[in-house]
């Protein structure tokens, strides 16, 4: 099944806002495969962003995400990177629909809460630098629940 690498970002983790982006992709029916709060290094950050090098705004976000630590979790699911990427929202939160995790709770494009993947090819690529440890693999009785 597809996979996705989301991360609420250090904004996110300090507002308390951890347990409503776990939330809403549990309810959702996404299963969660893999967890952890971690504070990466510069280095770490610049691989993870490394498509983003050549922008203007790329030092900034590196410092926006050093401010503290960050939670990543793998979450799976039919078509859950592009769904996970619609729960989150626009890139800039004014430009996010209500309802989405931006748009209800940020302003600021360079204090938007959460990361996801935007392909599954970048999320496995995310999921190898995230948890090279391996993350979770389990059946759930449930998922005759959610899918048809
Ligand atoms: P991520 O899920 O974090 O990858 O966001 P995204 O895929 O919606 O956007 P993108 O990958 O293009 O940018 C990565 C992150 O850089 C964004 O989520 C923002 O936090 C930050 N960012 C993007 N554009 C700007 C910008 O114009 N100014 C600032 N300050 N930050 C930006
Ligand atoms: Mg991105």
Known sequence: ???TYIMVKPDGVERGLVGEVISRFEKRGFKLLGLKAVQPSRAHLEEHYGDLKTKAFFPKLVDYM???PVVGMVWAGKEVVK???VM????NPLA???GTIRGDYAIDVGKNICHGSDSVESAEKEIALWFPE???NYSRSIDKL???
């Open 96 to 98: 996010s629909a209500p």
């Open 83 to 85: 769904t996970g990427r």
């Open 66 to 68: 050093l401010s503290g």
């Open 1 to 3: 099944t597809e996979r």
């Open 134 to 136: 391996g993350v979770c």
């Open 88 to 91: 989150l929202g626009a890139t």
């Open 146 to 148: 959610i899918y048809e």
